[in-house]
């Protein structure tokens, strides 16, 4: 929040206040509509402090049931904003529907479901992973993992914006830098699953 709020002189020395506006109103019903898989990431964060680092199965049994759910509410909370996208609601929610820039009301749709999609990838499971790891004495490195995750976010539609990108190629930038961080997180997340030994276990909807 504090990062956003610093580069708000820099945001509107490229763009307007109603394109940046727009920006603002995307990232915030993104968050709106993660809440429930955020929540349900937090839920089992503590789940994983509760058992222990030392009952492997019952860890497993824990990640992937999880990860199916998560994955599971991501794809509901897609669909969720693919209907609101394509009811034409979306303009009423950003606060823009006397606008006539159809391009801007456009792009801000492609990049609200290329966000919720984003989340998906790089959210949804990698998020319990690194709940997991952060309760098994991997704190630090998780929490590097953290600050680049931000560090990411932060700089990739920043430079979009200074090297004149609109709207559409910002949040297109912005969805393929987190994607792109994504890669070395997991092949990190998934070399610690084998190292301690934590194997894939069947999910259960149930349990997750």
Not at 112 to 120: E, K, P, S, Y
Not at 174 to 192: R, S
Request: hydrophobic letters at 55%; charged letters at 10%; one cysteine or more.
């Amino acid at each position: 929040m504090a990062g956003q709020i610093v580069l708000v002189p820099i945001y509107l020395m490229y763009w307007n206040v109603e394109t940046y506006g727009v920006w603002l109103a995307i990232q915030a019903i993104v968050n709106l509509f993660s809440m429930l898989d955020f929540g349900h990431q937090q839920f089992i964060g503590f789940e994983f402090l509760r058992i222990g680092k030392n009952n492997r199965k019952t860890i497993s049994e824990y990640l992937w049931s999880g990860a199916l759910t998560g994955v599971f509410i991501c794809l509901v909370q897609i669909g969720l904003v693919i209907i609101l996208v394509f009811s034409g609601a979306l303009p009423f929610i950003l606060g823009e529907a006397d606008t006539k820039d159809k391009a801007l009301l456009d792009a801000a749709g492609i990049v609200l479901i290329l966000q919720m999609v984003t989340w998906l990838i790089g959210t949804s499971v990698a998020g319990l992973m690194t709940r997991l790891f952060s309760a098994i004495e991997y704190f630090p490195r998780m929490a590097w993992w953290g600050t680049t995750n931000t560090a990411v976010m932060l700089i990739a539609p920043l430079l979009a914006v200074i090297f004149g990108a609109g709207l559409l190629v910002t949040g297109v930038v912005t969805a393929v830098a987190a994607i792109a961080y994504c890669i070395p997180l997991y092949i990190d997340l998934l070399g610690l699953l084998r190292k301690e030994r934590i194997a894939f276990t069947r999910p259960s909807l149930q349990l997750g």
